[in-house]
């Protein structure tokens, strides 16, 4: 039987993403410690970080702090952070949010525009607005990007950059990844919000060392997202992670999605602000932070409230916790804010309800979330295109 030889250029992607991926979660890196770590020869690691610098991938940043056998210090190597761009842009129904990053995901330049029309179209020209102005600040042009990520509610196939559910736009069936492409003449994929942040915390953030991460998310909606052996879990059609429309009460609350009874209708932000409004109809513009502001100054309706969503939310997730069995549970969103009278019940009923002691000793990591929103979403966003750039190991 004739044996299969590997195919040079497979070989040589494989090794580049090697590198690239030990740098990014362990640089900076001298080309003998990046032998050590990934058992490629001397000979092919030089063969290899050559293409890659002169590619603009990486740069030689120094030299190691111990010498070598008494000779040259190694030099370390790093990915070259600031080299190339990424746009990521958060869509909702009233408004847009947008970031020009940099390889590290990290917001160089940020703007929003309204949402006068949610219809594709509109949504297309609004979006060649928002890059324009990005790009323009910094005086870019659309061909020094890698690529631009669309972040968006609801069910994203991000196979093909279908927007397959959107309640909130209005969208089914929606290839806005294709149709943006086309319109704005680069590369773009669409995801769901919640699967994008959590490619970005598995890039750069508090996931990047774990391949096993449960990823909750709280605020407009509640939804989760699965980094399972280091990949994100999407699904059939990118509607894994929807457990807010999982309908907990028969005739319940009405949902966004429009049915009644679901978990977000009782857990996220909006259906905090109604409930709570009907205990204190003589309160006008009800807002989360109010809320949050009177229970941490003891009122008792806000902190009964807002330990009963904790609490509703946490049985919640104590199920997916003992679905996938996560070494680590990063929460972020709006709600993350809303303080101890959230956040301590829901840790608690995760450790108390989650099987066999599962969770006792699991880390919650609760991801601060600022007056910046767009931020961490736009980040998200981003990473779309910067996760294909390192999958590919091109720029």
Known sequence: MRSLKADPATVRSQNRRLILDLLRTEGPLSRIQLAEATGLSTAS??????????????????????????????????????????????????????????????????????????????????????????????????????????????????TTGTAVQTPQLGWFDVPIAEMASAHLGVPVWADNDVN?????????????????????????????????????????????????????????RLCTCGQHGCLEAYTAEPALISQYAEHRPDLGGMTADLIAEHAR??????????HDAGTLLGRHVSYLVNTVDPELILFGGEASRLGEAYLA????????????????????????????TFTPWVRGAASLAVQRAFDLGIV
């Not at 995901?105 to 940020?110: D, G, I, Q």
């Not at 949610?118 to 609004?126: E, N």
């Not at 959590?198 to 909606?221: D, I, M, P, S, Y």
């Not at 009923?349 to 002691?357: E, H, K, Q, V, Y």
């Open 196 to 252: 994008a942040y959590a490619v970005a915390e598995h890039l750069f953030g508090h996931a990047k060392k774990h391949q096993n991460v449960l990823v909750v998310t709280a605020g407009r909606g509640v939804g989760a997202a699965f980094i399972l052996d280091g990949q994100v879990f999407r699904g059939r059609g990118g509607g894994s992670g929807e457990f807010g429309h999982n309908v907990i009460v028969d005739g319940g």
């Open 345 to 372: 019940p829901l840790q608690a009923t995760i450790r108390d309800l989650a099987f066999a002691g599962r969770a006792r000793n699991l880390p919650f990591i609760v991801d601060p979330w600022t007056d910046n």
């Open 297 to 306: 100054d003891g009122n008792e309706d806000a902190r009964a409230l807002l």
């Open 45 to 158: 690691i030089t063969i290899v970080t050559a293409e890659l610098i002169g590619d603009g991938w990486i740069s030689e940043q120094g030299t190691t702090q111990a010498s070598s056998g008494g000779g040259r210090r190694p030099i370390l190597l790093n990915i070259n952070y600031d080299s190339h761009f990424a746009i990521g842009i958060k869509i909702r129904q009233e408004r847009i949010d947008a970031g020009l990053t940099d390889l590290s995901t990290r917001v160089l330049a940020h703007t929003t525009l309204p949402v006068t029309s949610t219809a594709p179209g509109d949504i297309l020209r609004d979006l060649h607005t928002v890059c324009t102005r990005l790009l323009d600040e910094r005086g870019l042009t659309f061909d020094r990007l890698l690529g631009i990520g669309l972040a968006l509610s609801g069910i994203v196939d991000f």
